[in-house]
Each structure stands twice: as structure tokens, then as C-alpha cells.
């Protein structure tokens, strides 16, 4: 049996930079389970284990168009220190905020003086070129 399209699958991955550097990991943790065609995970992992099989192998690596898109400087924002009130944070902290529209969104904070905060609100992988080594673990159609 292969994967398709609307098929629920359970897969344990290792996510390495070109250089391979490891980024992420399902080792010593239940592997990732979802949907495919869903947009649970980026197009890229999708793409990988379709017409895979249970307990198959595979390595793959995906352009940041199929992974979570360029970096981009605009996204890259300063504002008044006040926005973190009395929180105690560092520069390379991941920072939850909420927007004016209610929405909460992650930054990572990028400099901090006595007036300003400036954070990045691009997501930690974009702008890279992702490596993956998978292995399916279980397909629910």
C-alpha cells in the first residue's frame, strides 16, 4: 500500500541543514502523524512520502519555495521596548505577541537597547534549503 493524497500517515524524521546540521528530530518522541494534501507540514514533506510504503526509507531535499519560503527583510520590525513590559527576555528568544487583529504571531528577538526592541518575524527556516531523512511508519487511508 502507498501513500495518496487524504491519506493519514505516521512518519519519524531527522530535518538536516545542506551542511547537515541537524534542526529537528522525532527520535525518542512519537513520529509526526498527519494528513497529506491537508497543509499540516510544508508542500515539500508532503511531496516526499507520497507513494511511499509502510516502512520504507528515504532521503530527500526541497528548495525553499517547497519549505517555508525566502527570508525576507521586511518582516524584520522595531518596536518600543514597552511592547515586552516587565518580561525578562534575551536576544535569540522566541516571543509570542499578539497583533492588533488578535492574532497571535512568533518573533524571535534580534537586538534590544534601552528605547527598542526589534524582532524577526520571518520563521527560523526560512530562506534554507531542507534535508530530510524519513521513514513511514504507518499510512491510514
Do not use: W
Not at 31 to 45: A, K, L, M, N, R
Not at 51 to 60: A, D, L, P, T
Amino acid at each position: 500500500m502507498q501513500v495518496k493524497k487524504g491519506d493519514k500517515v505516521s512518519v519519524h524524521y531527522t530535518g538536516l541543514f545542506e551542511d547537515g546540521q541537524e534542526f529537528d528530530s522525532s527520535k525518542g518522541r512519537d513520529p509526526i502523524t498527519f494528513e497529506v494534501g491537508s497543509g499540516q507540514v510544508v508542500i515539500g514533506f508532503e511531496e516526499a512520502v507520497l507513494e511511499m510504503k509502510e516502512g520504507e526509507k528515504k532521503e530527500v531535499s526541497f528548495s525553499l519555495e517547497k519549505g517555508y519560503g525566502e527570508y525576507k527583510k521586511e518582516l524584520i520590525k522595531e518596536f518600543s521596548r514597552s511592547v515586552l513590559g516587565d518580561y525578562q527576555t534575551s536576544v535569540g528568544q522566541v516571543v509570542q505577541l499578539n497583533t492588533p487583529e488578535g492574532q497571535v504571531v512568533s518573533a524571535t528577538i534580534k537586538e534590544i537597547t534601552d528605547d527598542a526592541v526589534t524582532f524577526d518575524f520571518n520563521h527560523p527556516l526560512a530562506g534554507k534549503t531542507l534535508c530530510f531523512k524519513l521513514e513511514l511508519i504507518n499510512i491510514e487511508k
